[in-house]
């Protein structure tokens, strides 16, 4: 059973920069997995932030492009999430997500297709 823990949310400013991280466990084999960083503020329906392949292509969504990064580190099992120039817009709980994909499958953004979910962490921007 994958399990998925968030971590390095918290305060921030406008225009600063945070990292969010997701520890995973309970696979072997991270070709197959699959993984993307999701978001919700109160009030708003969730949004796909940036999501990453087996194979370490990646893809963002319109609103980060350019600030946000998404990488992965197989070796200490983990995922991060590097924010730059962060927006006040950019306040919401943040959830890392995986799933076990097949070679060549492309990163996604639509939330249903992800099996496994974290907790969340909060990041909360001011300006």
């Known amino acids: 059973q994958v399990q998925l823990v968030e971590s390095g949310g918290g305060p921030a400013q406008a225009g600063g920069s945070l990292r969010v991280s997701c520890e995973v466990s309970?696979?072997?084999?991270?070709?197959?997995?699959?993984m993307a960083w999701f978001r919700q503020a109160p009030g708003k329906e969730r949004e796909g932030v940036a999501a990453?392949?087996?194979?370490?292509?990646?893809h963002y969504g319109v609103s980060v492009k350019d600030r946000f990064s998404i990488s992965r580190d197989d070796v200490k099992y983990s995922m991060n999430l590097q924010m730059n120039a962060l927006e006040p817009d950019d306040t919401a709980m943040y959830y890392c997500?995986?799933?076990?994909?097949?070679?060549?499958?492309?990163?996604?953004?639509?939330?249903?297709?992800?099996?496994?979910w974290g907790q969340g962490t909060q990041v909360t921007v001011s300006s």
């Open positions: 997500a995986a799933r076990f994909g097949p070679p060549g499958m492309a990163p996604s953004l639509t939330a249903t297709v992800y099996d496994y």
């Open positions: 309970g696979y072997s084999d991270s070709r197959e997995l699959w």
């Open positions: 990453i392949s087996g194979d370490g292509r990646t």
